[in-house]
């Protein structure tokens, strides 16, 4: 078996130094590559240096452990290397405690303890030396095990996210302006005419059949306004009228793209959301 490779992203640089130096001691043999402090370096260290464990801070400026983990699922090529094993290190917190134990996801308190360290890394060496080689099929041939734990990490963003615990009216419309704009005009679009809504940059696009339009509001502020039987959430940054979908489509990469009526774009589908359409 080849030396195990870790990455560790954790802001705080005292606790990050002290979990590489316990790791240290209870597993001698893993070659820690990188230690970053934010969940955007995170992903582009990870795909850089395609380590086989992770260890990530579910608490991060800018983008925490659980999105960053999300993002580097969509974008990790599985023919070159197995999705790396996931360890999310979490400040006390026994609703959280309580959602990673029902995904059955790994975790580590804040302080790490030496004992509990010991049994994840049991678990860890044990996923390893089971672990399949990279893959050598498509998307649509793969085998569960990423498709399964990229559900787990779907249902911990919904549980773990703030805002899910929000109940707030339901939208009825969005005040929009239009691109180029910079607001001075702004109109009114009933939700019903909305086809699909993506987070760009810092504004969120409104697209209906006669055009585009843009909002201030970042897309996890609206999402607990809509109504989940209508508007189904296929990426992290994309939202789609469910009865405006004409078709789904895989690409030459058995990745997964939808068609909706009366918009000619091609909207990805992240794999956080495939099981919806885990048929095809």
Avoid: N
């Avoid at 979490?90 to 029902?102: G, I, M, N, R």
């Avoid at 890394?121 to 734990?149: D, F, M, N, Y």
């Amino acid at each position: 078996m080849t030396t195990p490779t870790a990455l560790i992203a954790e802001d705080e640089p005292l606790l990050a130094a002290a979990l590489q130096a316990e790791l240290a001691r209870a597993w001698s043999e893993l070659r820690v590559l990188a230690t970053v402090g934010d969940g955007h370096s995170a992903v582009t260290q990870a795909l850089a240096l395609r380590p086989d464990v992770l260890f990530f801070d579910i608490r991060m400026p800018g983008q925490g452990g659980l999105d960053a983990a999300a993002e580097l699922m969509d974008a990790w090529d599985d023919t070159a290397a197995p999705f790396p094993a996931l360890v999310f290190v979490t400040a006390y917190d026994q609703y959280a405690v309580q959602a990673f134990e029902a995904q059955a996801i790994d975790y580590l308190l804040k302080p790490v303890q030496p004992a509990r360290l010991q049994k994840s890394v049991q678990k860890l060496c044990l996923a390893l030396a089971q672990r399949a080689p990279a893959a050598i099929v498509s998307e649509a041939t793969r085998g569960p095990e990423t498709a399964h734990l990229a559900e787990r990490l779907r249902q911990l963003l919904a549980v773990l996210d703030p805002a899910a615990t929000a109940a707030p009216a339901p939208l009825r419309q969005l005040a929009v302006s239009a691109p180029g704009s910079s607001g001075q005009r702004v109109r009114m679009v009933p939700i019903r005419q909305v086809l699909f809504l993506q987070a760009a940059d810092k504004y969120v696009r409104v697209v209906t059949a006669e055009g585009e339009h843009l909002l201030r509001t970042p897309l996890k502020e609206l999402l607990p306004q809509l109504d989940a039987a209508e508007f189904w959430q296929i990426h992290r940054a994309t939202v789609v009228r469910a009865d405006a979908i004409d078709h789904v489509q895989r690409d030459e990469h058995g990745r997964l793209h939808l068609h909706l009526r009366g918009c000619p774009e091609r909207l990805a589908v992240s794999r956080l959301y495939a099981q919806r359409f885990r048929a095809l």
